[in-house]
């Protein structure tokens, strides 16, 4: 009498099937973190873009904060 015995994977124990279930769920945590990668960079070369529209004077004027200074010391200052 023939076997029944088709299972060429091996998927009826237990601990093929947690092997399975574990890989799944690292692809699925993988694939989440590149599309966050995915956008985070979109965004990146968004205001990179956005940077490229604004006009040259633009770039050259001083900061809006008041409270904005340089904190660099020159080598006299230091005692």
Known sequence: MMSDNNDMLRTNTGDFRLRADI?????KGAGYAALLCVVVGFMMWALYAIGL???E???????????SYNLTVDADQVA
Request: aromatic content about 0%; glycine content about 0%; charged content about 20%.
């Open 23 to 27: 890989m799944a769920l690292m692809l």
């Open 53 to 55: 529209l604004l006009p």
């Open 57 to 67: 004077e633009s770039r050259d004027t001083s900061d809006p904060t008041p409270l």
